[in-house]
C-alpha cells in the first residue's frame, strides 16, 4: 500500500532500532553493555506506584478530560509557577500521554507547509521527524550561527536544555540572546526542559520566564526522566491559552486523554516527597564522573555534561561516529547511538547514556578500550 510522503520522510528512530539490536544479541546470550538507553535505570519510586493503584482501586479507570486531570493540572501550574517563575494558570497546561506528544501536538498545531523551525545541531532525534510530520522544514544551526539561520518563513526554534544528546545546560546569557532573537523576528520558542533536574551544578533556567517570552513560549516536560517513570507515558505542557487549547482538541481527535490511573501517579509525584529525585541525580552524577574520567584515561576526549545523563564523545580520530559505534558492537557488544542521528554535523560523535549502573559502566569502559585501542 503506497505510504504518504511524510510518513516515508522519516527513518526509523536510532535510539529505539538500538534497542532492538540490544534484545536481539541479548536473546543470543552476549552480554550486552547498553549505553543507548534514553531512559532511567531506577524504579518508579513506590509511592508514586502507590497512587496509581489507589487510584484504580477506587476505580479512575475511565477517560478524563482531555486536557487532563484538573488536580494535576493545577498541580503542575503551581509547580511551573514556583520552580520554573512562568506566569501560567491551569488553562494554560495541558497533560499529554508523554512529552514525547506534546512535542508532536505542538508542532502539528503551530506549522503550515513549508514554515522553517530552528534545531541546534545536535538535536534529540524527535524534533526533526515531528517537524516533517507536520509538513515543516528543519534549518540546522549552531547556537553562534543562529541569526543568519532566521528567515522571512521561520517560525519556530526548539531549545533543550539541559541538552540531549550533548548534555549542555544553557546559561541566562544565551538564554537572553535567543529571546531577543525571538522577539526581534517574531519566532516562537519550544522549550523542551524535560531533563530540567538532572543538572550537577548550573541552575536550570526557563525562557518562558524571560522578559517578553510568556506569550511566545511552549515550555515542554514530564514526568519519564525526573520520576523514572517512562512507560507510564505522562507529559505536559504549559502554552499560551490559544495553542493550549488546539492541542486539547487535537488530543480530543487522537489520545482522548492520557491514561487516568497513571495521571494520579504523576499527581502523587508532583506533589509528594522530592528526596527520590535528589537521590537519583546524585547517582547519575557519579556515574557522570565515572564514565567521563574513564573516556579521558582510554584517551577519547570529552568534555564534563553539566546535565542529563549523557555523554557526547568525539571520536574522529577513531574514525568518526558510525564507524565505532559498529566496532564497538560487533567487537565489544557494546552499544552506544551514532552522533549523525542528532544532526548533520554531529557525525564525529557518539552519544553514550550513563543511565545504567557503575558496574555496566566499568566494562563498557573496558569494552571500549580493548576496541578501540
Ligand atoms: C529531550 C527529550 N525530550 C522528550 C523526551 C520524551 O519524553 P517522554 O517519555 O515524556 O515522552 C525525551 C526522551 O528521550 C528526550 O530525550
Same mark, same amino acid.
Given at each position: 500500500m503506497k505510504l504518504s510522503s511524510r510518513i516515508s520522510g522519516v527513518s526509523e528512530s536510532a535510539t529505539i532500532k538500538l534497542i532492538d539490536i540490544s534484545n536481539r544479541l541479548k536473546r543470543e546470550g552476549k552480554n550486552v553493555i547498553n549505553f543507548?538507553?534514553?531512559?532511567?535505570?531506577?524504579?518508579?519510586p513506590q509511592h508514586i506506584v502507590e497512587a496509581a493503584k489507589r487510584a484504580m482501586d477506587a476505580g479512575f479507570t475511565h477517560y478524563l478530560p482531555s486536557g487532563g486531570l484538573p488536580e494535576l493540572r493545577v498541580a503542575v501550574a503551581d509547580k511551573l509557577r514556583v520552580e520554573n517563575k512562568l506566569d501560567v494558570s491551569p488553562d494554560n497546561v495541558v497533560i499529554t500521554p508523554g512529552a514525547k506528544y506534546a512535542i508532536y501536538a505542538v508542532l502539528s498545531s503551530l506549522i503550515e507547509d513549508g514554515d522553517e523551525v530552528i534545531l541546534f &545541531?545536535?538535536? $534529540?532525534?524527535?524534533y526533526e521527524a515531528c517537524v516533517k510530520l507536520a509538513g515543516g522544514k528543519v534549518i540546522w544551526s549552531t547556537f553562534n550561527g543562529i541569526s543568519e539561520a532566521?528567515? @522571512?518563513?521561520?517560525r519556530l526554534i526548539i531549545i533543550n536544555? @539541559?541538552?540531549? /544528546?550533548?548534555g549542555y545546560v544553557l546559561g541566562r546569557k544565551e538564554l537572553c540572546e535567543i529571546a531577543d532573537l525571538a522577539i526581534d523576528h517574531d519566532i516562537s520558542v519550544i522549550s523542551d526542559?524535560?531533563?530540567?533536574?538532572?543538572?550537577?551544578?548550573s541552575k536550570h533556567l526557563s525562557?518562558?520566564?524571560? &522578559?517578553?517570552?510568556n506569550e511566545r513560549t511552549i515550555t515542554i516536560n514530564g514526568f519519564s526522566k525526573t520520576y523514572a517513570?517512562? %512507560? $507510564?507515558r505522562v507529559g505536559y505542557l504549559s502554552a499560551p491559552e490559544e495553542v493550549a487549547r488546539a492541542v486539547k482538541r487535537l488530543q480530543q481527535h487522537?489520545?482522548?486523554?492520557?491514561?487516568s490511573f497513571a495521571q494520579y501517579g504523576a499527581l502523587e509525584a508532583v506533589r509528594g516527597d522530592q528526596s527520590c529525585v535528589v537521590e537519583m541525580v546524585n547517582r547519575f552524577r557519579e556515574r557522570r564522573d565515572l564514565i567521563v574520567s574513564g573516556l579521558n584515561d582510554i584517551g577519547i576526549d570529552c568534555q564534563m555534561p &553539566?546535565?542529563?545523563?549523557?555523554v557526547f564523545a568525539d571520536v574522529a580520530a577513531c574514525g568518526g561516529g558510525d564507524k565505532v559505534t559498529e566496532e564497538l558492537l560487533k567487537k565489544a557488544y557494546v552499544i552506544v547511538t551514532p552522533g549523525g542521528s542528532f544532526g /548533520? %554535523?554531529? %557525525?564525529s560523535c557518539i552519544r553514550i547514556s550513563y543511565a545504567t549502573s557503575m558496574d555496566q559502566i566499568r566494562a563498557g569502559l573496558e569494552g571500549i578500550k580493548t576496541c578501540l585501542a
Open positions: 543507548s538507553f534514553g531512559e532511567p535505570d531506577f524504579d518508579t &545541531d545536535p538535536s $534529540w532525534v524527535t532566521i528567515t @522571512p518563513k521561520t536544555s @539541559p541538552n540531549n /544528546p550533548a526542559e524535560i531533563y530540567e533536574k538532572m543538572v550537577y551544578g525562557i518562558g520566564s524571560f &522578559d517578553g517570552m517513570m517512562t %512507560g $507510564w487522537s489520545t482522548t486523554c492520557a491514561t &553539566d546535565g542529563a545523563f549523557y /548533520p %554535523g554531529s %557525525g
